[in-house]
């Protein structure tokens, strides 16, 4: 069932005095299915962190359209779009994006506090998302109190806390150390299984064999696709390092 659907998207930047025009994005087209863990790679400046944007609303497109559930989210009004976001989208960025202020699990809560849900719901709804991902027992801690692999599951149980369609996640291994970066994937890994749709930016080659298919994108255009299919993390792993060099040296590009 088609969940998100990327139809000939178009994104230029005009500088800053008019004097030239950037085209981050060409005739982007793809569609995610409900169910998939989707991961899209390419060199800095390839337009992969503008699709992202634009894809959680927090950009809009020069042209083209992005629909989720086969609603345009770039027609809905101004006004509505931050309660669009919150109930729809999930996301998890690289540096955390957490309230020192706030304890572990007031952090957590936050999205649900903004939508006027009562603390019995939000309650209800914590306790199995914290118990899956082992952070029970840090949710009176405050975020400088804790590890940067627990900050991070803190930041996805935010983002899942919401039950959103899709995760969209920025880099998300990329302020952590290799062992809590290992857990961080196997939790997405885990959690798409239960049925949850994941959308990742990353430059790791290691965080894109997780998924279950691969964008490439090079100079504002998808260039490659790849589908795991039974293939290992392993196997995946040496599939994406070999289209990433192809990619670098001017290979032919494959649809």
């Not at 299915?33 to 991961?39: K, Y």
């Not at 931050?82 to 540096?95: H, M, S």
């Not at 996805?156 to 809590?180: H, M, Q, W």
């Amino acid at each position: 069932m088609k969940l998100l659907e990327v139809r000939n998207l178009k994104k230029t930047y005009t500088t800053r005095f008019g004097g030239s025009q950037v085209q981050a994005l060409r005739n982007v087209s793809f569609t995610v299915d409900s169910g998939e863990f989707i991961a899209i790679m390419g060199e800095s400046g390839s337009g992969k962190t503008t699709l992202l944007n634009i894809i959680a609303a927090l950009d809009r497109p020069t042209s083209g359209e992005v629909l989720l559930n086969g609603r345009n989210i770039h027609s809905i009004k101004e006004s509505e779009v931050a309660a669009f976001r919150r109930d729809n989208l999930g996301f998890v960025f690289q540096d955390f994006n957490l309230l020192d202020n706030f304890s572990i699990q007031d952090n957590i809560f936050l999205p649900l506090v903004l939508a006027r849900k009562p603390y019995k719901e939000m309650h209800e709804r914590l306790q199995p998302i914290a118990h899956m991902l082992g952070i029970s027992h840090i949710l009176s801690k405050f975020p400088y109190e804790v590890s940067g692999g627990e900050k991070q599951r803190a930041a996805v149980a935010r983002a899942l806390i919401t039950n959103p369609k899709i995760i969209l996640a920025d880099e998300p291994t990329g302020a952590l150390d290799s062992r809590a970066s290992d857990n961080l994937l196997k939790l997405f890994s885990d959690i798409n299984r239960l049925g949850q749709t994941v959308l990742m930016v990353t430059h790791s080659t290691k965080a894109a064999s997780n998924a279950s298919r691969v964008l490439f994108i090079k100079d504002g255009e998808i260039f490659h696709q790849l589908h795991k299919g039974a293939s290992s993390n392993e196997e995946q792993y040496q599939k994406i390092a070999d289209t990433l060099t192809m990619i670098a040296t001017g290979g032919i590009r494959h649809e």
